[in-house]
């Protein structure tokens, strides 16, 4: 065709691009046609189409990567960094060094003065205690009625409560009469595991000799002299209350008291208990170092225990050592039975009346050698300290034992062959009652046979006496009696026990 033009050369992109879309006319641009140039083909005028587009802007030139160090400077660098490093943490170390001797400083400091100042308030009290201590005994010695001192700790061992049952109180004497200091003291040794050398250095001085004079007869001639009976003790209280055993008393006059320093006083007997063989005695010395009471009950089988005392009446302040072999030992001789302990520390004659301690250096046993003998070996025995605690604060304040029954009757055992021979049934003979007594006004005589006590049957005096360790004063009891042939009961009203004279001269008569 004429008028057709003929299709443009080189690129095909170019070509597409030379065909413009139609525009309409609010978008037309007019174009200023440029300034033409000779074409390869004449046909075919060249045309610039640079006009409608931006030019391309150049891209931002990176910087220049720095130049790499030398060996010699890497090294040189890395040595200056090392040796900042090293200087650095040298310094850092002085740094902890110094702040932590400044505390410990400042907390020596502050311990100092907080000890300093908790030994001035304690010192405080213990002048305050002592202060409060001595105007109490001021105040009861101002009194009508002197009141011991030990009788602070353990008068109220057994007293009764609310319901009328009695209640165990285990305290010291020490701790009562020094107050808040000794007990202050037995809280801090408590904490810190004692050795036999603690404990005999702190109780040695509280142990003493015991000796009284006693009337022996020579059964040979039949004449009399004066003997001697060696045993031990050990201080209840400060102001000179001392307990041992009364068969180291019994029967004595003169009985001398010698201490730990060697020096001797005179005592006087306040009271005693037979049946559970201890006495208290009473000396005018006084600031004495008193032991502290333990609690036996704790007590069992394989306990250490140590015993200080005065075997054979002039080893004095012997420390013997064993443990606990054997508990509620029920020993008896013809008219009395105890309940011990056995151990197996050497106790010999003058031992008796000694303490035994615990590892806490408490007083834990009494200790007897009442039934030690030559053929004995390696067996001790002990009267367990809560069994008596009552009392001996009854006989401190009050001379006896409280509360025990008594029948008012002098009784004698009637063995098998005895019975039969005189056609009796076995029991407790009496021969001798109490005028105004409980078995007096129950219509008992002389020469009944007490066979039974409620319904526990009585063959001896010791068992009659063990069976009215049930009853206390003011109890009923009812009697099974032997008399001419026929047997009756009999109900009585016990009295209290109070120790008097002996109702006969017998000497297998026991008085109950």
């Known amino acids: 065709m004429a008028n057709e033009q003929p299709a443009p050369r080189g690129n095909p992109e170019e070509a597409d691009c030379l065909s413009a879309p139609e525009s309409t006319q609010e978008n ?14 004449p046909q075919v005028p060249l045309r610039d189409y640079s006009a409608n587009y931006r030019p391309l802007q150049p891209k931002p030139s990176a910087p220049e990567p720095p130049k790499p160090s030398t060996a010699a400077e890497h090294y040189r660098n890395s040595i200056l960094i090392s040796s900042a490093q090293k200087t650095a943490k040298q310094t850092a170390n002085k740094n902890r060094i110094l702040f932590a001797a400044a505390l410990c400083l400042l907390c020596a400091v502050i311990g100092t003065i907080s000890g300093t100042l908790s030994a001035n308030i304690a010192i405080e009290r213990n002048e305050a205690s002592r202060s ?67 404990i005999y250095n702190e109780s040695a001085s509280s142990v003493v000799s015991v000796t009284a004079q006693i009337m022996l007869s020579n059964t040979l001639f039949g004449q009399s002299y004066i003997g001697q009976s060696t045993g031990s003790g050990f201080i209840l209280s400060p102001d000179g ?40 005695l009473k000396t005018e010395a006084t600031r004495l170092n008193a032991v502290t009471l333990g609690d036996s009950d704790t007590l069992s089988v394989g306990d250490t225990v140590l015993i200080i005392g005065n075997p054979l009446g002039t080893l004095s302040y012997t420390l013997t050592s064993g443990v606990v072999s054997a508990l509620n030992r029920e020993l008896s001789d013809e008219n009395s039975s105890i309940n011990m302990f056995q151990t197996d ?57 409280r509360n025990k029954p008594l029948l008012s009757v002098s009784c004698q055992s009637l063995s098998a062959s005895t019975a039969a021979r005189y056609q009796l049934p076995q029991g407790a003979y009496i021969v001798a009652l109490g005028a ?77």
């Open 28 to 41: 037309k641009v007019e174009i200023l046609p440029p300034e033409e140039k000779p074409s390869a083909d």
């Open 132 to 198: 409060d201590s001595s105007a109490a005994i001021s105040a009861n010695s101002q009194t009508t009625e002197y009141r011991p001192a030990v009788i602070q700790t353990i008068a109220a061992e057994t007293a009764p409560d609310s319901t009328g049952s009695e209640s165990a109180r285990v305290t010291t004497a020490a701790d009562s009469i020094a107050g808040s200091e000794a007990a202050a003291v037995a809280s801090t040794n408590a904490a810190v595991a004692k050795t036999a050398r603690d």
């Open 241 to 280: 209350y001392i307990l041992t055993n009364y068969h180291v008393v019994e029967g004595g006059s003169d009985i001398t008291v010698s201490f730990f320093d060697g020096s001797e006083k005179s005592a006087t007997l306040v009271g005693f208990d037979k049946d559970n063989d201890i006495a208290v």
């Open 345 to 401: 520390a050497a106790v010999n004659s003058g031992n008796s009346g000694g303490p035994a301690l615990n590892m806490d250096g408490e007083v834990i046993g009494i200790v007897t050698s009442k039934y030690a003998d030559s053929t004995i070996e390696g067996l001790s025995f002990c009267i367990p300290i809560n069994d008596v605690k009552g009392i001996i604060a009854d006989i401190v304040e009050y001379g006896y034992a």
């Open 436 to 512: 105004g007594g409980a078995a007096d006004l129950a219509g008992l005589q002389t020469g009944d046979v007490i066979t039974a006590i409620g319904d526990e049957v009585v063959t001896s005096v010791l068992e009659l006496k063990n069976a009215l360790k049930n009853y206390k004063s003011g109890s009923r009891i009812t009697l099974t009696v032997y008399r001419d042939g026929s047997t009756f009961t009999a109900e009585l009203v016990a009295q209290e026990a109070v120790p008097a004279s002996p109702r006969t001269a017998y000497s297998n008569v026991y008085d109950l």
